[in-house]
């Protein structure tokens, strides 16, 4: 392809009649941006969702920081300690077990 366009504007074509050549043989979707209407309405619908997206994500941003939702400890304090007790002399086994070999 790249030869054929060499030999096309060697021949003095210009650089519109190369790319209307191109866009019939192979149709729009052989540029990178399509002409015309096309191109103006991915641009702009590109926009508009990075703009919809954005809205949305600082909307929910601010909903989460307006409820005061912040990290904190699912189980209690009576939960974590029959835990240890029931897996903590599993895992000082283990680790003990671990660091001897």
Known sequence: MRQQIEAMAASGESE??????Y?????????????GETGRLLFAFSLAALAVCSAAFFYLLRRI???????QCRTSQEETDRLYREFGG???QQLREWLTE
């Open 16 to 21: 519109a009649a190369i790319v209307d050549h």
């Open 23 to 35: 866009k019939h043989q192979y149709g729009e979707r052989i540029l990178v941006v399509p002409d």
């Open 65 to 71: 920081v307006k409820a005061g939702v912040h990290p």
């Open 90 to 92: 599993l895992i000082e």
